[in-house]
């Protein structure tokens, strides 16, 4: 299924990005959560949960769907209740592009998080999507277009998702 491979290519970027540091102390892990796919149809408004550990240092937070002719919103409710959307500003990074949508977190409230998907423009046959965490262990620090370890001197460019 085509959404199955955007869903790998991207899941080996994240992880790719990770593997670009330079070996040390301060290497990063990453961990996942298992892939959620699931059909959201016209007008619905569905919730997925991601369980963040006090260990992690940033989370991606992503939503990836099928049909370019569509378009889903993702909103995030922290462990306290807080509500982060589209007018998020640093720390949290915000990318949207034709057929996905990321939240980065850095230093992410460890606890029950709640991705709130919404079918904005879908058809009446409902659309497809895959949703995701990919969580970072270590020390690692996220900007809008670079990821850089405890040791500045460790700093690659981040692929815009």
Do not use: C
């Not at 922290?78 to 034709?98: H, L, R």
Request: aromatic fraction near 6%; proline fraction near 4%; glycine fraction near 6%.
């Amino acid at each position: 299924m085509r959404l199955e491979s955007i869903f790998l290519v991207l899941l080996l970027a994240l992880i790719g990005i990770t593997s670009g540091i330079e070996a040390g102390d301060d290497v990063p892990l990453v961990g996942t959560t298992i892939p959620i796919n699931a059909r959201i149809n016209a007008s619905e408004v569905q919730s997925q949960n991601s369980m963040i550990g006090s260990d992690v240092s940033s989370a991606v937070f992503s939503l990836i769907w099928q049909n370019m002719g569509s378009d889903l919103e993702m909103t995030l409710r922290s462990p306290s209740g807080d509500q982060i959307d589209q007018s998020a500003q640093m720390p949290i990074i915000y990318k949207k592009k034709e057929i996905e949508t990321h939240y980065i977190v850095q230093n992410p409230e460890p606890g029950n998080w709640t991705a709130v998907i919404e079918a904005k423009n879908v058809s009446s046959t409902g659309e497809d999507y895959i949703f995701f965490v990919v969580q970072l262990l270590g020390n690692v620090t996220i900007a809008d277009n670079e990821m850089v370890s405890s040791d500045s001197s460790n700093s690659i460019n981040q692929t815009n998702t």
